[in-house]
């Protein structure tokens, strides 16, 4: 079965650190996804992407966020200035029109 | 209440049991779709119902979707020591961007 993929794993950084999450999406999917989960809690919506440009955002996404699909395979996520309330589990997800998303394994981030 | 609020937040079960979990929505929905979440790891989907759906059968999983009342439910049967797992329904709503909105999940434990 295709999957969603995702590096790195774990990502540890320093507070105020940039850092970069990267996932590769299934190849032939339109619509593709960061969520967030914060450990012990519910999976957030981050942020929605679709035709090369950001369909829809939560609240959480703001300006320290910002996403980037730089060819035709990688999906990437960028958080500017890291803050200890960043740590969490980022999951990519990808899916067709109306279809299953498959969620990648997620990155864990730990901001310290 | 939220999209999407899964009921019980806990279910502890003896092995060979069904397991009955619930999940209600506010908004109107393309699709429901139950995931599972083993401790820590990613979400693996498990079964997509449309809306024009009643009931989806997949293995030892029964889903329901009852779009009157805007509720759901997941039944496993014959559980197993490793459908130990948290289980989350994710709605598909029909505006905005086809991201999906996840509740709270359910904590599934099955006792040997």
């Known amino acids: 079965e295709p999957e969603v993929t995702q590096t790195p794993s774990h990502q540890v950084t320093q507070m105020g650190q940039e850092v970069i999450l990267r996932c590769v999406p299934i190849?032939?999917?339109?619509?593709f996804y960061w969520y967030r989960q914060i450990l012990g809690q519910k999976v957030e919506f981050l942020v929605s992407?679709?035709?090369?440009?950001?369909?829809?955002k939560s609240e959480i996404f703001d300006d320290q966020f910002s996403v980037e699909r730089p060819d035709g395979s990688n999906f990437t996520l960028k958080i500017r200035s890291t803050k200890l309330e960043d740590s969490a589990m980022y999951f990519c997800?990808?899916?067709?029109?109306?279809?299953?998303?498959?969620f990648g394994q997620g990155t864990r981030l730990t901001v310290v | 209440s939220q999209q999407g609020e899964e009921d019980p937040q806990a279910l502890s079960i003896q092995e060979g049991e069904n397991a009955t979990m619930n999940c209600s929505y506010k908004?109107?929905?393309?699709?429901l779709q139950w995931y599972r979440q083993n401790s820590g790891r990613g979400l693996v989907h498990l079964i997509l119902?449309?809306?024009?759906?009643r009931e989806k059968h997949s293995g030892r999983l029964r889903v329901t979707l009852d779009t009157s009342k805007k509720s759901s439910s997941l039944l496993i049967t014959a559980s197993r020591a490793a459908d130990t797992a948290s289980y989350f329904c994710?709605?598909?709503?029909?505006?905005?961007?086809?991201?999906?909105?996840f509740g709270q999940g359910t904590r599934l434990t099955i006792n040997p």
């Open positions: 992407f679709y035709n090369n440009e950001i369909s829809e």
């Open positions: 119902i449309r809306s024009n759906e």
């Open positions: 908004t109107s929905i393309n699709n």
């Open positions: 997800a990808s899916r067709q029109d109306g279809s299953l998303a498959f």
């Open positions: 994710a709605t598909d709503i029909i505006q905005g961007a086809q991201k999906l909105v």
């Open positions: 190849s032939n999917h339109l619509y």
